[in-house]
């Protein structure tokens, strides 16, 4: 089983639609995660650290459920500017063996 | 934008040959982080730098190596190329050692062997 798990898409919706999407890990001590973005041939971009509270911004609105070893990212309202690779990653390990493990990444196209 | 630099944006380079890509970090930050990521993959952690040193290596074979200046800008040096090594490398700037800070990636160097 790999460590960070992504359902790779793509997902096609409509503008306006709510689309969400999971990210499962296997190491159950991780500590940290996140959701980046990322544009075609560009660099993965910070989106929002996930923190075992949820947190939202904005129309997106990420969650943990430590339980069942998942985090979530959910979109409102999609926008034609929300297409992209939705990439999650996970840190591993702990101190100097820490690392940063990432999905393989989830294609998002929000058709007109 | 991040302000994490890197150079140069494209490079061709043949089976064999040697190259160097360079990164500079976010001001105040004082670790960057190398990724590789070919087409279709996630970014795969190659190494860390943290003040000067070394600090936690992926599952890349020792042809891959770094450096990491005063100034806290670093290199990733490849030797002998291999076609697989094609891929766009992504350096990030952070604030501490180890991955568990948030880290700000530069654009990639896009990496061809032919």
């Known amino acids: 089983r790999k460590e960070v798990e992504q359902d790779p898409g793509p997902f096609n919706v409509p503008e306006g639609a709510t689309v969400a999407f999971n990210c499962t890990y296997s190491?159950?001590?991780?500590?940290?995660f996140f959701w980046y973005r990322q544009d075609c041939r560009k660099e993965p971009k910070l989106l929002m650290s996930?923190?075992?509270?949820?947190n939202e911004d904005g129309r997106f609105t990420a969650q943990l459920n430590r339980a069942s070893q998942y985090i979530s990212l959910l979109i409102r309202d999609s926008k034609l500017s929300d297409s992209a690779t939705y990439l999650c990653?996970?840190?591993?390990?702990?101190?100097?063996?820490?690392?940063?493990?990432w999905g393989l990444g989830t294609s998002l196209a929000v058709n007109p | 934008e991040t302000g994490v630099t890197q150079s140069p944006t494209h490079l061709i380079k043949t089976r064999g040959q040697q190259v160097t890509l360079r990164c500079s970090s976010q001001?105040?930050?004082?670790?960057v982080s190398w990724y590789q990521q070919a087409l279709g993959q996630g970014p795969q952690f190659i190494f860390q730098?943290?003040?000067?040193?070394?600090?936690g290596r992926g599952n890349f074979p020792p042809r891959f190596s770094g450096l990491q200046f005063p100034n806290y800008s670093s290199e990733l040096n490849v030797n002998a190329l291999e076609l697989d090594d094609s891929a766009l490398y992504l350096c990030?700037?952070?604030?501490?050692?180890?991955?568990?800070?948030?880290?700000?990636f530069g654009p990639g160097t896009r990496l061809t062997v032919l």
């Open positions: 990030a700037s952070s604030l501490g050692g180890g991955n568990g800070n948030t880290q700000y």
């Open positions: 001001s105040g930050h004082n670790t």
């Open positions: 730098y943290y003040r000067e040193e070394e600090n």
């Open positions: 190491n159950s001590a991780s500590q940290s």
């Open positions: 996930v923190y075992s509270s949820g």
């Open positions: 990653a996970v840190i591993v390990g702990a101190g100097n063996n820490r690392k940063l493990i």
